[in-house]
């Protein structure tokens, strides 16, 4: 195991902790909420800390309702390649979007906002769903001299799992916190998304 002590090179990124993944949310994950306050533990630990929010205009290519005849969870073939649709969730401005009402989030600097071009879903922290498309991410994290990304955050097997392994690809070290991430677990998905991270080198602390 590599040491965990956290370092000034650190950066603990927080994925998308908003109300509509949460209880009572559009597309809430089960058992979400419980990560906020370990999350709220964690924050202060850290120098850098960066947020991201989803953040879908209303009529999003992610939607299911954006297709006639789909149903959430149905996956369809964009230009891009297969994507799974979705309820509704996180439009711009709505009270889903919002951070969960007590996740702490003052001391955090950058807040990442994804998923806001029409056509392109995004669950990467770093790169659209296009897997060509940045946030401007990378550049910041590298410029804040970061070499290490904690990632927690909603959900794991998606937004969470697509961060973790593109921060390896974009030659960042990378750790789970996995008791701090929750999952949507659909098939088998979590378990998916934990190996597809530890493949690709990223730490996995329970
Ligand atoms: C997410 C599905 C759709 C996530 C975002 O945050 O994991 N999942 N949009
Ligand atoms: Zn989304």
């Known amino acids: 195991m590599p040491d965990l002590t956290i370092q000034d090179s650190d950066c603990l990124l927080i994925i998308d902790v908003q109300n509509d993944f949460c209880q009572g949310g559009s597309l809430a994950v089960p058992d979400a909420d419980a990560i ?50 979705w309820p509704d969730h996180c439009v711009q401005g709505s009270h889903g979007a919002e951070f969960h009402p ?56 998606y937004c969470v799992r697509y961060s973790a392994v593109d921060a390896r690809r974009e030659g960042f070290d990378a750790v789970l916190l996995e008791h701090a991430c929750r999952g949507i677990d659909m098939n088998g998905s979590n378990d998916a998304a934990l190996a597809a991270m530890k493949e690709v080198g990223v730490v996995i602390d329970s």
Request: charged share 15%; proline share 5%; aromatic share 10%.
């Open 102 to 157: 007590r996740l702490a989030c003052d001391a955090a600097q950058l807040i990442i906002r994804k998923g806001f071009r029409s056509a392109i879903d995004s669950y990467s922290a770093f790169y659209e769903n296009d897997h060509t498309t940045t946030t401007g991410l990378t550049g910041y994290l590298q410029q804040r001299g970061i070499r290490r990304v904690f990632c927690v955050g909603l959900a794991l097997d």
């Open 36 to 85: 906020v306050p370990l999350i709220n533990e964690l924050s202060p630990q850290f120098a850098t800390v960066v947020l991201t929010q989803d953040w879908h205009p209303a009529g999003h290519s992610s939607f299911a309702s954006s297709h006639a005849g789909k149903q959430p969870f149905e996956s369809i073939t964009l230009p891009y390649g297969e994507q799974t649709l």
